[in-house]
Each structure stands twice: as structure tokens, then as C-alpha cells.
T-cell receptor, first 114, second 115 residues
């Protein structure tokens, strides 16, 4: 199993550009989520999905869109990049939304917006 | 409402000495508690979790944590630090919320291990 994969590993965008961060998992997990990690802030939840076709907002959803057309994939779209979105983005998956189940994290995407 | 506070942003220990990373939580419900580790430029990995079973939880790589409800604490310990333990550690609390289950991450503790 590859686990949770994310692409790209690094990305530099100009203000106003859009892009999609890719996330895929091959463990047939029901629950997937996106976090951003900023220095001294821990991880903050952006969006999550409890299954194909079902998504919901997390703590910091503004400026981001998600969709879940398949169990495996959960892309994160930045609509119009802003410097405040400079961060490291982690995708995670879990067998169930119940957090007693372990979350598996991808290696992260480091995004810089200039 | 729930929250988690990691009491130290940086901890430095010598190799072979004990490690203590402190975490306090607040929750309106009986929480699940986790410790995750993040090595440089890597994703997060689960170290251990507490989900209302035994209060002393053993994890990977010799780490353990004790859930103390009276002190609302879930401190992470290891008897003898190894150089490979140098990493960022996150305490996480979860509990039911209006939108399902909410995971709250602490701000992290950076562990430095010196020779």
C-alpha cells in the first residue's frame, strides 16, 4: 500500500492564481480531511469528507474548495491564492470519522504564495 | 467546547535521559486523546491513543502516556531519549461536536535530543 499520497511536494504561486492540491489514498478509507500547518499554530482543519459525494467545512475553510467524487481522491482547490495561504498542507484519511480510529497523514505539500 | 494546551513549545534533553512532554486538555465530553509525532519534512504519525480504556497507554518506540482525569492531563513520557526521538510532538483531543467529531491539535512541542 502506498498509503496517503500528495502532489506536488512543493509549489510557488503568485497572488490570484488558482491550483489544485492532489490527495489520494489506497486503503479504502471512508474519512478524508485537509489540514494546514502554520508555525506555532498546530494543525487546523480546512475541509473534510465522510464518504464519496459528502464534504463539509472545518475550522478554516475560506478560500478553499473540495470535492469527493471517489473514495480514493480528495483534491483541495485554491480559488484565488493569497499570501495568507502560504502554509504546509496535509491530507489525512481514516477508516471512520470516529476519531478513535487512527488518522494516516500524507507527506505534505509546502505552498508559497508571493 | 474542547481545547488542548501543550505546556512547552521546546524541550531539550540529553540522550539517555527521560523525556516528559506535557499536555493539558479541556472537554465537555469524555474525550479521546492522542499523541502524534512529526519528523522533519514528514507527515504526522500516531504514537499512541487513549479512548477510555486503560489510563496508562503504551505507544510505539517506548513512549507512553497517562490519562489523569482529575488533572485533565495526558503527558507523554519515555524513560530514555534516543537521538532519533528529535521531532515535533502534537497532543490531540477529540470529542463529539455539533458537526460530528472535532479534532483539536495542540501547537506542538519541539523535542531536541543532545549527545
Amino acid at each position: 500500500n502506498a498509503g496517503v499520497t500528495q502532489t506536488p511536494k512543493f509549489q510557488v504561486l503568485k497572488t490570484g492564481q488558482s491550483m489544485t492540491l492532489q490527495c489520494a489514498q489506497d486503503m479504502n478509507h471512508e474519512y478524508m480531511s485537509w489540514y494546514r500547518q502554520d508555525p506555532g499554530m498546530g494543525l487546523r482543519l480546512i475541509h473534510y469528507s465522510v464518504g464519496a459525494g459528502i464534504t463539509d467545512q472545518g475550522e478554516v475553510p475560506n478560500g478553499y474548495n473540495v470535492s469527493r467524487s471517489t473514495t480514493e481522491d480528495f483534491p483541495l482547490r485554491l480559488l484565488s491564492a493569497a499570501p495568507s495561504q502560504t502554509s504546509v498542507y496535509f491530507c489525512a484519511s481514516s477508516r471512520h470519522r470516529d476519531p478513535s480510529y487512527e488518522q494516516y497523514f500524507g507527506p505534505g505539500t509546502r505552498l508559497t504564495v508571493t | 467546547a474542547q481545547s488542548v494546551t501543550q505546556l512547552d513549545s521546546h524541550v531539550s534533553v540529553s540522550e539517555g535521559t527521560p523525556v516528559l512532554l506535557r499536555c493539558n486538555y479541556s472537554s465537555s465530553y469524555s474525550p479521546s486523546l492522542f499523541w502524534y509525532v512529526q519528523h522533519p519534512n514528514k507527515g504526522l504519525q500516531l504514537l499512541l491513543k487513549y479512548t477510555s480504556a486503560a489510563t496508562l497507554v503504551k505507544g510505539i518506540n517506548g513512549f507512553e502516556a497517562e490519562f489523569k482525569k482529575s488533572e485533565t492531563s495526558f503527558h507523554l513520557t519515555k524513560p530514555s531519549a534516543h537521538m532519533s526521538d528529535a521531532a515535533e510532538y502534537f497532543c490531540v483531543v477529540s470529542a463529539p461536536s455539533n458537526s460530528g467529531y472535532a479534532l483539536n491539535f495542540g501547537k506542538g512541542t519541539s523535542l531536541l535530543v543532545t549527545p
